[in-house]
């Protein structure tokens, strides 16, 4: 093995150890804060509408950054597009409601509709990911299911604010767990 590779793997190294906490504060936050959704979902109803829209522009700016990245397929890249972009767009939406003195309530009803919209594009996502890698496979297989999922029960009760809070709830605590489960994976590859 050549002295490049050997420092190159250790750079990896090294930059893994320093991203697993990040990851694991993440997915810690996800859970709490997807157990308060749930606990409270007719008081939090404005809050999670803001969460949301926090949640789609960041989520958008990372996923169309991802596009750009390599070892992807066509239909991967543009997916990641098409859902990046409506994340970022339905994400400053949801800000305008509140910005205009619109009602947040008819914000939230507007953004329901979105977000499933993007939960139905992230799973066939995760789905196709998980068609064209092994790795994580299991994961992308379950991930896929659950947002298209949470993506119909959405477009089939667009107007029940409950029944956002409550989608949002699990998909955050689901997402949270898969996320500390990565942070711990990712330090153990750090290790190694």
């Not at 969460?51 to 543009?78: D, P, T």
């Amino acid at each position: 093995m050549s002295n490049a590779v050997i420092i190159e793997q250790e750079s990896d190294a090294q930059a893994l150890s320093k991203t697993w906490g990040v990851l694991l504060f993440i997915g810690l936050a996800s859970i709490v804060i997807g157990i308060l959704v749930m606990v409270w979902p007719g008081k939090t109803v404005v809050v999670v509408a803001v969460l949301l829209a926090i949640y789609l522009v960041v989520s958008g700016i990372f996923e169309i950054v991802r596009g750009f990245g390599s070892g992807l397929s066509g239909g991967m890249r543009a997916l990641l597009f098409i859902g990046g972009i409506l994340s970022l767009i339905l994400g400053l939406f949801a800000f305008r409601g509140f910005v205009v003195e619109e009602s947040p309530f008819d914000a939230v009803w507007l953004l329901a509709l979105f977000v499933a919209i993007n939960f139905i594009f992230r799973g066939v996502g995760q789905l196709m990911e998980a068609a064209d890698h092994k790795e994580g496979r299991g994961w992308n297989i379950f991930g896929g299911i659950v947002s298209l999922l949470l993506g119909i029960i959405i477009l089939v009760t667009p107007g029940d604010i409950v029944v956002l809070a409550w989608v949002m709830g699990i998909f955050l605590v689901i997402s949270g767990i898969m996320a500390v489960i990565g942070a711990f994976q990712v330090k153990s590859l750090a290790k190694a």
